[in-house]
């Protein structure tokens, strides 16, 4: 369809711009413009808004109006309209989408309105996917049918988060509109998801449907629709009214009545209103010369003219966009149905004004709003010049309609009507849709551009600076310098001159200028800014900002006005989560007592402060006196960037308290409140009187005291009251007077502040040392107040969080945890403290083990009946069930109330931990050991023990969840159980962490890490955001060095700083990157890690090293990037702590981590001093390059500098830290230093960071488990498995073999073809070029391959390490088969040339028979008839024919190796029966394994030994060998080796070109016999003659195949009699032929069929063995793998079948069963599982050999035709036309050069090949496999050319697929009891049942080899050396099931194999005989996923 030519394109000039609303957008919302396709569609139209600019002639150009007119005469009405909601991930939008047609697919989010033609039927379809919020969004049709979309996989929660949204925004009665649609991929399965979801009470089955998520199949589309139809006829409305307009009767009435005129007026006076208040802001818009200026221009005006701003009767004026009541869009009443066409009265064409709410440039003081009776604002006169539109530039848009303007209500917020100066405030300040729309911590919690340090800011940035320089708690948020919003560069200003500047009068300097600069505007008010942000933020930013101001001590707003109904509020729930600490002096003796609680608890005196009337005096500044005279508590007219004019404080009353430190300097002896009413007191009323009866003393600031005043009256009031006054009086210079009891005056005149500040500290001091009421802010709920915490959402997440405390209130604080968290308290620490006992297990450790792991799992069982405690219950069930928003005051109040019941506890037991520390520390200090001492010790110890119990809070509650969830995951508790709700705590827990509270990593109380838990809440977190990468930065440093406060202080997150409260383990926040940055930075995601600081008070002396330095390893290993942290500046702590720091960064630099840090030195005296910076920074490197060295010396290691270990730059990666606090606690505020160092800190790590890829989340997962389990075996380095490395070198293993394979089938394609060209004699030798050069093409199409493999992968940093290796490795492999493929061709050379004597004969040999079959024939022609007879005349001359033709040659004879073996052995001295004996008994063929080699020896010297053993023997009946299992490997060893160096002698000898020769018999001989003399020298026995003879059997038995096969081939290539006779078949036939009467074509015919059969045959098995060998590898998952792949089917076959003597060849030689095992498969595929397979590849090769030999056929008859050739020629051009893939014998052509028809001939050739392809067709398997290189041969040299060797310990064999992967360790997943192997205790017959992977987790030892006299601990099994050092074997807790199952399946096999025993240390655990044979299969699929 074409596009609509009429409609205007987008962005033209003078022609409007159209934009859709964004969820995310607050500058415009304006109908989406229809882009149709069709011209002039009535359909598409329909909602068409067309706009068009219009230029006027305005001197300054241009100014545009905006109009709007329809596309098309007619409009057509929507049936019904749905609005689309839910993820914008669950639909691909497009232009095929039949739901949500876009052009552009640029924003899935974007908001659009569109009509559509939706299967013949008019559907209105809007689109709000993106959950927007729908303030933003003009939404005001009546709408049929909600369609929540929801994708498969995320269903569940997307559902639930889905209805709460459409709960929230249009009413609970939406819900009966809602039809959930789950979409899907094609290819996804969704059938479970309807279970899933019937789990929610308010889902419907019946309004449930699924689709595809492309939505481009019109069933489906069809199928929603009719399910639509259904609901909408059982909804009763039938649709959903979103016009919930707000009239009163009145309007009702006036709306259905026919006075139209009446009603369009009404509504332009309205819209009026709004108009004026939008005329403010353009005002600020225009300076005074366009102004001017635009009121003499006439412009042309649109249809509505706002000048001069009255009411038409066409249309009213409309109100800006946001305004009370207000709508972007109407709705006319006129409208039969809902519908998206926008009209109004007696208007032909719709027009759309929109107004730009610019900052004003002017702003008066209150005094400039006159106030009407009513109280609303008067304006003034609105000018034309001021009404100017505006072209898509301003955010206030106006409606058309003329109705009265309709809204959408909430439950939780209605748009109101803010006061003009307040609308115009929030403008300034960007702030005017976050009133409406709050701001939220989310918006915050997430990492943006820094905070810019310059000097000025713009208006429309203070708020968010301000919020974030809270954030970070720098003070001086309230002080933010800005600029004009007009001016991008502040520049000094520039005054203003009088017009009479040349005159000498002097009159300009004395005329009056009080506003010579009108019409600069006064910037906003500090305080203004404060009080916008806390009027836009929803309540738990309130609570965030209102916090931390707290902090930064200021005072609080207490009582605020609401800008809209000025009704009074106490924002009681921001003050939740202060407390406050000080130290309270009393009695005579100044008994100091430390306090802290939280603020809203405590009972203190609040002394109020009250001015009446107008002063000169600062009330404020008075009250800063006395608090704290250094620090502005209160904001006061002398702060920086103060104003006159402010809007938003006058009565506001701000709180601030006095919190003494227990000195005497403290101006009070108790903590004390002060209460600022801001404004005139007398003008307000109700704070006033709501304070003076809460105060226990009040200040009155008055200009006189006189009855005269207005303030007579409060004054009087207040002076007859109890309460104390005092009475601060401006005119006054008298003295402090008590005029009569509690009642004080004191003038102000002439008097100094601080002097007035004294005197007010002691009448004040004086009236609270006495009787006096106080003050608690939970007394608040007086009626006329407005208190937060009543709204009903903060009530259901109160209630729900007192179910909880209701349950521990009264209760011993300690004893809480014991009683409701069981599963967290002794259970969890016993399990640990086991846990921990695996990794140092002595004596019998596989049965220690298995205890230790049945105690373990009763822990866990026992867990799981402890696990329903009531509090858990209430707790998991509010998670579960509460709505989002509810849930979110839940946790908070949880908290907080929580923490309100342990704060006094935990006061109480700090200052006696603190007393009782001090009295030990004076103790020892004096050398006291008496029992004091002790007993002073013990109750320490008690204390700590104590206060560890007492610490009780929300992270406690998470902690009892994930052990909740461990026990049952690891009972594997099925979700049918009483307990089920523990399944879904992973998913509660991440959803809580994505809200951003902090999760417990590792748990400080038991010091382990749940691993368990934490890799199910990280899965859970990767399900809900994707597996996001995140840049993790860590933190590490001593104890109370304030590493939580500064990354508090960083990213504005809610660490535990409090006193009490110091971070115990670790935790970890998330904190997603803002979109200014996001495209900055690899990652998307920064998460953050607080760790518990080092040198913890509660541990001591190895103790605290051990934990510190376990500590230290995995927060450096955790991290990209590690903040060590340094406090103070003492050299002894700073060495310590460097120290354990340099060797964990030295740890992760031996497993291949690369971390970086930062050193953070906080609390220095003087960081400005540049000197000392230096000198320090020097100090602190050399203390680092110290550390380095002797960590060097622990960790074994060559390292001679810090900078050796990690990329340090001591100039750059140093930041000293100013201290936390100006002046003394607990009244000093943060210092702005601090602030500012740490955003310098956060720009620091910023710039690092954006270098760095970060890491996945489930890379996190694996590295969390890899580290803490290699800390767990305590030597990390040796212990550390790096699970993703491991998993990415698998991977790559994988692609090694495809890579290897592809050059490998490509050679031997080549090889064959190179094959066949020397066979035919046209090669006689092979260079490795010319290989090269064939293989080029493949090689380099491979490198490519390689190069995008490395480059693209998604773990490209990981494999990055190993490219240049794997690049090297393939270009060896290339070069090594290069260098193989010749070796083999240059033998087929020599073969060939070895027969030369033969083919010379060949020609002879032909002609002759040729001839004699010819004359035979002719003889027999008519006398013989019947072919049976024919046969027989020739079978009877054939015979004569060979012998007369070999007369002269002596045949070569067959070899008899058996005679030959005998021959040797006998001249070798062995006894004739010896050799007989041997050979019956068969021993000898299974020399290599042999269980026990004892038998074979004799001792040397140890006579009296072995007498001594043969009694013992005699008497025990027991075998006892004096072999070690070394000495047994020893032997075994040398028969391999033995057998090896043998057969490689043999095969180099000439057999198959010169002819076997007994004399390589006798050479190997005695090769062997000098061997074994040579190893009998080097030991302490001798072997007997038995084993000499046995040795050299084996030797002849292995080398008996290759001998007869090459002599095979000799015989073949040179012995005529042998050749002769395979021609005999051919020769017949050619007989036949002649007996026929066939002419020579004929006969020459049959010849050449018969042998292109030959040649054919063998050319199509060859490439068969190829393609079988190919599909098998991609076929088979045995083989389409790498090296471990390949031994776990081969473990997997052995267990199957069962066969003991199969395992005993694995065991002793692991290849040669690998071998057997790829011959089986290869076999088993070929001839029975894939029988079909191999005819298909054959009838493949044999179709392209055939195809070939007609081509020939044809290029060989048409050259010779075109050339009248001859057969000569023939032959030649067939020959070279068969592209070196055939061979053809030659043939002698003498005897036919009679044939000159060769299309005759051609014929005959075609009609045979069709027999000899029939038959090619048909050949048997076993045909097949005669191949010159069989499949499973192909195979094997592919999967078996690896790494064979075995571990030292046990003999398992090394899976890695390369066969030299140095510098990679030797490595298996499947290591094995070492007794399988034959290991056994020394000078025992007891078998070793332990696993060496439970051994190097153990504490024994063991000696590295039989000399040893130096015992090395398991744990360090690499300082043993070679080969042990080359090997990498971890502590894997003994998973592997296989290996146990076997032990016990063939104890006894295993007992008789090695003539030893499982008994004593070596008994079996009855654990292992419990395990089948199906688990123990399935245990080798999960050690493959390790």
Not at 1557 to 1576: D, G, H, P, R, W
């Amino acid at each position: 369809m074409e596009e609509n030519k009429d409609k205007p394109t987008r962005r033209g000039k003078g022609e409007s711009e159209t934009k859709s609303v964004s969820s995310e957008t607050n500058d415009e919302v304006q109908l989406e413009e229809r882009t149709a396709d069709s011209k002039c569609d009535p359909v598409n139209d329909s909602l068409d808004t067309q706009l068009s600019g219009k230029n006027d002639k305005s001197t300054e150009g241009e100014d545009e109006t905006i109009s709007a007119s329809t596309a098309c005469s007619h409009r057509v009405m929507a049936e019904f309209t749905l609005v689309l909601t839910g993820d914008p991930n669950s639909i691909e939008i497009g232009s095929e989408n039949f739901l949500l047609h876009h052009d552009e697919q640029t924003n899935v989010k974007q908001f659009s309105n569109k009509l559509y033609d939706l299967c013949g039927r008019q559907i209105c379809v809007i689109n709000m996917l993106g959950l927007p919020n729908v303030d933003k969004i003009p939404l005001n049709q009546a709408v049929h049918a909600f369609i929540l979309l929801i994708p498969n996989g995320q269903h569940s929660s997307h559902y639930r988060s889905g209805i709460e949204w459409l709960e929230r925004t249009f009413g609970k009665e939406c819900l009966s509109y809602v039809m959930t649609v789950l979409t899907h991929k094609s290819d996804e399965k969704c059938e479970s998801a309807l279970a899933d979801l019937k789990a929610n009470h308010c889902f419907v089955e019946e309004r449930y449907h699924t689709c595809r998520r492309s939505m481009m199949n019109v069933n489906e589309i069809i199928d929603i629709l009719e399910k639509i139809d259904v609901m909408v006829s059982e909804n009763n409305p039938q649709c959903h009214n979103l016009l919930m307009i707000e009239v009163n009767e009145d309007q009702k009435t006036q709306d259905h009545t026919p006075h139209k005129e009446e009603t369009i007026t009404k509504a332009a006076e309205q819209m009026k209103t709004a108009a004026e208040i939008q005329q403010k802001c353009n005002q600020a818009e225009c300076d005074v010369e366009d102004s001017e200026k635009n009121n003499e221009d006439t412009a042309e005006q649109p249809e509505i003219k706002p000048e001069p701003c009255e009411p038409k009767e066409t249309a009213a004026p409309p109100p800006i966009f946001g305004a009370p009541g207000s709508s972007l869009y109407g709705l006319s009443k006129e409208s039969a149905v809902p519908t998206s066409t926008y009209t109004v009265e007696k208007m032909e064409t719709g027009s759309e004004i929109k107004l730009k709410c610019d900052p004003p440039k002017e702003h008066g003081d209150a005094e400039h709003s006159k106030k009407n009776e009513d109280g609303t604002a008067e304006h003034p006169e609105t000018k034309p010049g001021h009404c100017e539109s505006k072209k898509k530039t301003g955010t206030c848009e106006m409606d058309l309609s003329g109705n009265k303007q309709s809204k959408i209500l909430t439950e939780e917020h209605k748009k109101e009507k803010l006061p003009e100066e307040t609308e115009i405030l929030l403008c300034r300040l960007h702030l005017q849709d976050s009133y409406q729309q709050k701001m939220s911590p989310a918006d915050f919690l997430k990492i943006g551009p820094p905070v810019k340090q310059s000097n000025e800011t713009c208006e429309k940035d203070l708020a968010q600076t301000f919020c974030q320089m809270s954030m970070m708690l720098d003070y001086r948020a309230r002080y933010i310098p800005a600029r004009q919003d007009g001016s991008e560069v502040s520049q000094p200003e520039v005054l203003p001159e009088s017009d009479s500047i040349d005159t000498d009068d002097d009159d300009a300097f004395w005329a009056n200028t009080e506003d010579s600069n009108q019409s600069k505007q006064a910037h906003v008010h500090p305080m203004d800014v404060q009080m916008a942000a806390f009027h836009c933020s929803d309540s738990f930013l309130k609570q965030n900002m209102i916090t931390k101001l707290s902090q930064c001590q200021y005072a609080l707003p207490l009582l605020v006005p609401d800008p809209v109904s000025m009704d009074i509020e106490c924002p009681l729930w921001t003050f939740r989560k202060i407390t406050k600490t000080w130290k309270k002096t009393q009695g005579d003796l100044k008994t100091v007592t430390m306090k802290s609680m939280p603020v809203c608890k405590a009972e203190t005196p609040l002394v109020s402060f009250f001015r009446l009337g107008s002063l000169s005096l600062s009330k404020s500044q008075l009250m800063n006196t006395l608090i704290n005279d250094r620090h502005s508590t209160f904001f006061h007219r002398n702060c920086p960037g103060s104003t006159k004019s402010r809007h938003l404080m006058d009565g506001v009353a701000e709180i601030a308290w006095y919190c003494p430190a227990g000195k005497p300097t403290d101006s009070f002896t108790d903590c004390v409140a002060f209460c600022n009413l801001h404004g005139d007191s007398l003008l307000i009323e109700k704070q006033r009187e709501i304070l003076t009866e809460k105060s226990s003393v009040i200040v009155l600031l008055l200009p006189t005291l006189k009855k005269s005043e207005k303030s007579y009256t409060v004054v009087s009031s207040l002076l007859n009251a109890t309460k104390p006054l005092i009475c601060l009086i401006t005119d006054s210079d008298c003295g402090a007077i008590q005029a009569k009891p509690g009642k004080y005056k004191l003038g102000l005149k002439d008097r100094s502040q601080s002097d007035v500040s004294e005197e007010l500290k002691q009448i004040i001091g004086k009236i609270l040392s006495g009787p006096h009421t106080t003050f608690q802010l939970e007394s608040l709920g007086i009626s006329g107040i407005r208190v937060d915490e009543n709204d009903s959402v903060c009530q259901k997440g109160k209630s729900a969080a007192m179910e909880i405390v209701k349950m521990i209130e009264g209760m011993d604080i300690s004893k809480i945890k014991e009683k409701f968290l069981s599963c967290e308290g002794q259970l969890w620490h016993n399990w640990c403290r086991i846990n921990k006992e695996l990794y140092h297990l002595k004596g019998n450790i596989e049965k220690e083990k298995e205890q230790k792991k049945k105690q373990l799992m009763e822990i866990r069982q026992k867990q799981c009946d402890a696990s329903c405690s009531e509090l858990m219950k209430s707790f998991t069930k509010s998670l579960l069930n509460l709505p989002s928003k509810d849930k979110e005051y839940f946790l908070k109040w949880t908290q907080i109330l929580i923490d309100g019941l342990s704060t006094d506890d935990l006061s109480s037991i700090l200052q006696n931990y603190d007393e009782t520390w001090s009295k030990v520390l004076d103790l020892k200090r004096k050398h006291d050991k008496s029992a004091e001492l002790k007993e002073k010790q013990a109750e320490l110890e008690h204390l700590s023990k104590k206060l560890q119990s007492a610490t009780f809070g929300l992270e406690h509650i998470f902690r009892e969840m994930g052990q909740i969830y461990e026990a049952h995951k690891s009972q594997k508790k099925q979700t049918g159980s009483r307990h089920t709700d523990w399944v879904k705590y992973p998913e509660l827990a991440a959803d809580v962490m994505i809200s951003g509270y902090p999760m417990e990593l590792m748990d400080g109380d038991a010091g382990h890490v749940p691993l368990t838990w934490i890799s199910s809440l990280l899965q859970e977190v990767i399900k809900k955001l994707g597996d996001q990468r995140v840049f993790v930065l860590s933190v590490l440093g001593v104890q109370s060095s304030g590493k939580s406060t500064m990354l508090n202080a960083m990213f504005g997150l809610q660490f535990a700083v409090s006193a009490g409260r110091c971070t115990k383990g670790a935790y970890m926040q998330l904190l997603k990157l803002s979109e200014e940055i996001k495209n900055d930075y690899m990652f998307d995601y920064v998460l953050v890690v607080d760790t518990e600081g080092l040198h913890a008070l509660e541990l001591a002396g190895n103790t605290c090293l051990h934990h510190d330095n376990e500590l230290a390893t995995f927060v450096v290993g955790v991290g990209n990037m590690t903040l060590i942290n340094i406090f103070g500046e003492n050299p002894a702590d700073m060495q310590d702590v460097l120290q354990i720091v340099v060797q964990a960064i030295m740890r992760m630099k031996k497993v291949k981590l690369s971390p970086s840090c930062v050193f953070v030195h906080q609390n220095v005296t003087d960081v400005a001093a540049v000197e000392k910076n230096m000198d320090g920074k020097r100090r602190l490197q050399e203390k680092l390059d110290k550390m380095a060295q002797l960590a060097a010396e622990e960790e074994v290691c060559d390292v001679e500098c810090f900078s050796d270990v990690i990329a340090f730059d001591v100039q750059k990666d140093v930041k000293y830290f100013a201290q936390l606090w100006e002046g003394s606690p607990p009244m000093a505020p943060p210092n702005p230093s601090y602030s500012e160092s740490v955003q310098e800190l956060k720009n620091i790590i910023l710039s690092k960071a954006s270098n760095s890829t970060g890491i996945l989340l489930s890379h996190f997962s694996s590295k969390i488990q890899d580290l803490w389990n290699a800390l767990m075996n305590e030597h990390f380095v040796f212990s550390f498995k790096n699970t993703q490395e491991i998993a990415a070198y698998r991977r790559l293993e994988v692609q090694y073999s495809n890579w290897t394979w592809t050059l490998r089938s490509e050679m031997l394609k080549i090889e064959n073809q190179l094959h066949l060209r020397i066979v035919k004699g046209q090669l006689d030798k092979i260079e490795n070029s010319h290989l090269s050069k064939e293989m080029n093409k493949t090689y380099e199409e491979l490198k490519k391959q390689m190069v995008f493999y490395f480059e693209d992968d998604r773990d490209k940093e990981i494999l990055v390490q190993w490219q240049g290796q794997f690049e090297n490795k393939i270009k060896e492999f290339h070069e090594e088969h290069i260098r193989e493929v010749k070796r083999k061709l240059d033998e087929v050379i020599q073969q060939k040339n070895a027969r030369k004597k033969l083919d010379n004969k060949k020609t002879e040999f032909e002609n002759k028979l040729l001839q004699k079959s010819k004359e035979l024939a002719h003889q027999l022609k008519d006398v013989v008839e019947n072919e049976e007879e024919l046969k027989e005349q020739f079978d009877s001359v054939w015979s004569y024919w060979v012998a007369e033709l070999t007369s002269d040659i002596i045949p070569i004879k067959d070899i008899n190796l058996e005679e030959d073996q005998f021959n040797v052995l006998e001249e070798l001295g062995t006894e004739w029966n010896l050799i007989m004996k041997s050979r019956e008994e068969g021993k000898y063929k299974e020399l290599s394994e042999v269980g026990n080699y004892f038998g074979y020896i004799t001792l040397m010297k140890y006579s009296r030994v072995g007498k001594a053993l043969d009694f013992v023997q005699e008497k025990t009946r027991l075998k006892v060998s004096l072999l070690t299992h070394d000495d047994q490997e020893e032997i075994r060893f040398f028969i391999n080796n033995v057998e090896q160096e043998s057969l490689k002698a043999i095969q180099t000898k000439p057999v198959a070109t010169q002819g076997y020769t007994s004399t390589y018999l006798q050479e190997v001989a005695k090769n062997v016999q000098k061997k074994v003399t040579e190893f009998e020298s080097e030991r302490k026995y001798i072997f007997k003659k038995e084993f000499t003879v046995n040795l050299l059997l084996y030797v002849f038995d292995r080398a008996t195949s290759w001998l007869l096969q090459s002599h095979k081939t000799y015989k073949e290539n040179n012995d005529a009699l042998t050749y002769l006779n395979s021609k005999k078949n051919e020769y017949y036939i050619v007989f036949k032929s002649y007996c026929k009467g066939s002419s020579s074509a004929v006969v020459f015919g049959e010849m050449m069929c018969e042998r292109l059969k030959v040649s054919a045959v063998e050319a199509v098995i060859d490439q068969t063995a190829v393609d079988l060998a190919g599909e098998m590898r991609c076929s088979l998952p045995a083989f389409n793998g790498n090296r471990l792949n390949l031994e776990k089917h081969v473990l997997t076959s052995l267990a199957e079948k069962e066969d003991f003597s199969k395992y005993k060849t694995y065991i002793q030689n692991p290849k040669k069963q690998v071998e057997a095992f790829i011959k089986e498969e290869a076999k088993k595929y070929i001839f029975t599982k894939q029988k079909e397979k191999e005819p298909k590849i054959l009838k493949k090769n044999v179709d392209d050999i055939n195809k070939l030999i007609k081509q020939a056929l044809f290029e060989a008859t048409d050259k010779v035709k075109k050339q009248e050739g001859n057969i000569d020629m023939w032959v030649k051009v067939f020959s070279s036309s068969l592209n070196n893939k055939l061979t053809l014998d030659t043939i002698f052509c003498q005897n036919f050069r009679d044939i000159n028809n060769f299309d005759f001939l051609k014929e005959k050739l075609e009609k045979g090949l069709k027999t000899v392809t029939t038959e090619m067709s048909r050949l048997p398997l076993d045909k097949v496999m005669e191949c010159r290189q069989t499949p499973d041969q192909i195979l094997i040299d592919q999967l078996c050319n690896c790494c064979w060797e075995r571990c030292p310990f046990c003999a398992a064999v090394c899976t890695n697929t390369l066969k030299d992967h140095s510098p990679d360790k030797h490595n298996v997943p499947f290591h094995r009891p070492s007794g399988v192997s034959g290991f056994h205790t020394k000078d025992t017959v007891d078998l070793v049942i332990d696993f060496c992977t439970t051994l190097v987790g153990s504490d024994r030892n063991f000696y590295p080899n039989r000399d040893s006299k130096k015992l090395v601990p398991y744990k360090q099994y690499p300082t043993a050396g070679d080969p042990l050092a080359s090997w990498r074997i971890t502590a894997d807790e003994s998973k592997l099931t296989y290996w146990k199952w076997f032990v016990c399946h063939f104890q006894k096999e295993l007992e008789d194999s090695h003539n030893l025993k499982f008994q004593g240390k070596g008994e079996i655990p009855n654990e292992w005989k419990r395990y089948s044979k199906e688990e123990a299969i399935e245990s080798l699929d999960e050690m493959c996923k390790q």
